[in-house]
C-alpha cells in the first residue's frame, strides 16, 4: 500500500472517530468516501442517506446504480473513482446539511482534495456546487468546466435527479460524455523541478 493511500486511509479513521459537529449523534456510521488515492475523477455529493449511513459507503442505493451506468459509459467503474460528500455524517431525516455542520467538514474534504489532487472534481449537489459556483444555478452550468488554480470543477445533476426526471436522463449522460477529453485537457501538474544549480562563472580567456 502506498504512503498516500495510507494518508487517505488515516483520514477516513480520523472522521468515523470525528465530533466535530452533532451529526455524529445521531448516524450509525461515518461514511468517508471511498476510491483510490491516485484517482483521476473526484465526485463530491452532499451527504450520506439511510443505506449509506448503514453501511458507510457512499452511493449504494438507487442513485449509485445510475452512477455505475453513466461511468459504464466512458468505460469507466466506481473503483475508478473517489466519491466522498460535503458532509460525512448523515443529517438527520436526510435534512439539508446546516452551514455550521458543513464548516466542520470541510477540513477532510479538504484533506481529501489535497492528498488526491484530482484531475476533475464532479460536483452533484447544490452545497458541493456551492464552494465553486455561488449563486449558479445547475439546470444554467451543469457539465461546463471551470478552473481554479489546480482543480478542473464540472457541476452535474445528481444521479438521483435522473430516477425523479427522466428528461434529465439524456443532460446527465452528456456530461459524462465530456469528462473523457476533460481529463485528457487537464494532466496532473508536476512536481516542481528541483532549482537548477548555477554553474560558476568562467573567466575570459583573452586569446
Known sequence: MSMQSDELNHIAEQVRACTRCVLYKQAINAVPGEGPANAEIMMIGEGPGAKEDQLGRPFVGPAGRVLDEMLASINLKRADIFITNVVK?????????????????????????????PKVIITISRFAMARWFPNEKISAIHGRARRFDNLLVVPMFHPAAVLHNVNLR?????????????????????????????????????F
Open 89 to 117: 455524517h448523515r443529517p438527520p431525516n436526510n435534512r439539508d446539511p446546516l452551514p455550521e455542520e458543513m464548516e466542520a467538514c470541510r477540513v477532510w474534504l479538504d484533506q481529501q482534495i489535497a492528498l488526491i489532487q
Open 170 to 206: 439524456p443532460l446527465l449522460e452528456a456530461d459524462f460524455k465530456k469528462l473523457p477529453q476533460y481529463l485528457y485537457d487537464n494532466p496532473r501538474t508536476p512536481p516542481p523541478a528541483p532549482p537548477q544549480q548555477d554553474e560558476p562563472p568562467q573567466q575570459l580567456k583573452m
